[in-house]
């Protein structure tokens, strides 16, 4: 059993493409291009992330991870801050209707 949390915040979770964004690559001094040379992927990738244009995969937080020595967790507990946020959202007026069973 987990604890239920209740508490929807207002603000949209930081996405992990905005943290890469705004604190990493300036912070390493790299461009799309270097960073996507570093990882090992295409730019394309690493340009629709930064944009917020798609989601982080487990294969490119283990990439990020390893380069920035930090853990795959970390990213991938951004991206699913983001995922959760988005579809409680997104089905507000359905979860609405779903009566809790008590224990």
Do not use: K
Request: overall charge negative; glycine content about 4%; hydrophobic content about 35%.
């Amino acid at each position: 059993m987990g604890i239920e949390n209740n508490m929807m915040t207002e603000r949209r979770p930081t996405h992990p493409g905005e943290m890469l964004r705004e604190e990493y690559m300036p912070d390493y001094s790299l461009t799309v291009r270097e960073l996507a040379r570093r990882i090992g992927v295409s730019r394309q990738s690493v340009n629709e992330l930064i944009r917020e244009r798609r989601g982080l995969s487990t294969e490119m937080a283990v990439r990020l991870a390893r380069l920035f020595g930090d853990s795959p967790q970390s990213w991938l507990n951004l991206q699913r801050n983001v995922d959760l946020w988005d579809a409680e959202n997104n089905l507000r007026s359905e979860l609405e209707c779903i009566e809790s069973i008590a224990v």
